[in-house]
């Protein structure tokens, strides 16, 4: 079984940076491809914030372009979200999802984290 755990969230001040980590644990072979989506509250719709491809192609959220990054570190089974320049307007929960593959002949498979709350405001 695979878990995702994220953490990194919190209050922060417009102009700040925070990264988020989304950790899998369990029988993980590789992650193979992430991405990260945002909910600014309960019962609206989410939007997709950035992701990784299996090709290493990334793409973003026009809003969020230039000042987010998206990467995967296999050697820590983790997802990070690095974040600078932030705005009042990325307040969300940011949700991770991944294919994460628990064996080298396994297909890959999704799974998502419990969300993590970001707030900028002054």
């Known amino acids: 079984q695979v878990q995702l755990v994220e953490s990194g969230g919190g209050l922060v001040q417009p102009g700040g940076s925070l990264r988020l980590s989304c950790a899998a644990s369990g029988s993980v072979f590789s992650i193979n491809a992430a991405g990260w989506y945002r909910q600014v509250s309960p019962g609206a719709q989410s939007e997709l914030a950035a992701t990784l491809t299996e090709t290493n192609s990334t793409n973003y959220l026009r809003s969020v372009k230039g000042r987010f990054t998206i990467s995967i570190d296999n050697t820590k089974n983790t997802v990070y979200l690095q974040m600078n320049s932030l705005k009042p307007e990325d307040t969300a929960v940011y949700y991770c999802?991944?294919?994460?593959?628990?064996?080298?002949?396994?297909?890959?498979?999704?799974?998502w984290g419990q969300g993590t709350q970001v707030t900028v405001s002054s």
């Open positions: 999802n991944a294919i994460v593959r628990i064996t080298t002949t396994a297909p890959g498979r999704v799974y």
